[in-house]
């Protein structure tokens, strides 16, 4: 395979210099997704990809991976890289509170193949776009109890050990990847990045808060968890219990160092997004309250976290980049763009 890959970017590079335009021909999804399937190698504790569709919309496929931590299956959808067949970093995307979907189909759900430009925008990038499915309200982190409701939650080691070297194997990982999330995976991200800085060499936090074992992190935390019908005592005990305190991205925010940090927010106030015309909006009175209420809120209390995380950074003396924006609510226009001005600093790190 990897001769027959040499060959092609030499023929590749030689027609470029004779100034003979080089079009990729690409595989049909069907096909991609089968030999991704084939290829995928199980994860050292047993973590196995089960199956691969290409479901759409256009090149995305569902790759269905059994969780050896969770003892269920998770779908994962995949945007492969422009040549699926040539190394990729990845680029996960974490989604927010209904871990992107209330439904079976994630397609009918909020998320960040749906609600963002994402499948277009990455469509030319040599790189794997990852975007797990579930864990509504989990704080995507290892739970100390199964809950009776929401079942058994085993998220970071599943995002940390068992899905990365599946996806590497199965779509030619190179091993540097980046993650970004929004709202409720803010904190999640991080903890991602602490726990395996040399794979998750970006991160990026848009819309959240980090730190989460203060009281009003408690607090917040508890909030959540409870809304989506979990008990938040399954997941790190009760208030005072360590298990908050190890799971705080602040508290250790010095395992940051050598991870590249973006974050932004809005401030709650109306912004050039938040109008009837706004992405989603759809000229619905309705909707558009919705967002300024509810997601200004929001944003009002995500920027007050994120200059704490600032600060916390600055006296570390860890590099790490900030965008405060003048006005913008709790909402997927907004994320769009960041997720844009996350990728004009990762595309460097991840595309060989």
């Not at 970071?156 to 030619?172: C, G, M, N, R, V």
Request: with cysteine.
């Amino acid at each position: 395979m990897w001769g027959s890959m040499v060959r092609r970017l030499a023929l590749a590079t030689a027609l470029a210099v004779a100034g003979v335009p080089v079009v990729v021909a690409q595989a049909a999804p069907e096909t991609v997704a089968a030999r991704a399937l084939a290829a995928a190698e199980p994860a050292p504790d047993g973590s196995r990809a089960v199956a691969a569709v290409a479901n759409g919309p256009g090149r995305v496929i569902d790759l269905t991976v059994y969780s050896a931590a969770m003892g269920r299956p998770i779908t994962v959808a995949v945007l492969p890289a422009a040549d699926p067949d040539a190394p990729a970093g990845a680029l996960y995307l974490i989604n927010g509170v209904d871990g992107g979907t209330d439904t079976a189909d994630w397609r009918e759900g909020s998320n960040w193949l749906t609600k963002t430009d994402a499948i277009d925008f990455f469509g030319t990038a040599q790189a794997t776009i990852v975007m797990p499915i579930g864990g509504a309200g989990s704080f995507y982190t290892d739970w100390q109890a199964d809950d009776p409701v929401t079942g058994r939650h085993r998220w970071l080691s599943f995002l940390t050990q068992e899905l990365p070297p599946i996806i590497d194997s199965a779509f030619h990982g190179t091993g540097r990847d980046a993650v970004a999330g929004l709202s409720m995976a803010s904190s999640a991200v991080f903890r991602m990045a602490q726990e395996a800085p040399r794979r998750f060499r970006m991160v990026g936090s848009f819309s959240g808060c980090v730190r989460t074992s203060d009281p009003a992190g408690q607090a917040m935390v508890a909030s959540i968890v409870t809304a989506r019908r979990g008990n938040p005592l399954n997941m790190w005990g009760p208030p005072g219990d360590p298990a908050w305190a190890a799971n705080d991205p602040f508290l250790h925010a010095e395992k940051l160092r050598g991870v590249q940090v973006y974050v932004s927010t809005g401030n709650g106030l109306p912004g050039p997004l938040d109008t009837l015309s706004g992405p989603g909006i759809a000229h619905s009175p309705v909707k558009l309250a919705d967002q300024l209420l509810i997601g200004g809120v929001l944003d009002g209390i995500t920027v007050v976290c994120t200059r704490m995380l600032r600060d916390r950074l600055a006296e570390l003396a860890i590099p790490a980049t900030f965008d405060f924006r003048v006005a913008g609510t709790h909402s997927w226009g907004y994320w769009e763009r960041d997720m844009h001005a996350f990728w004009e600093r990762a595309a460097g790190l991840l595309t060989p």
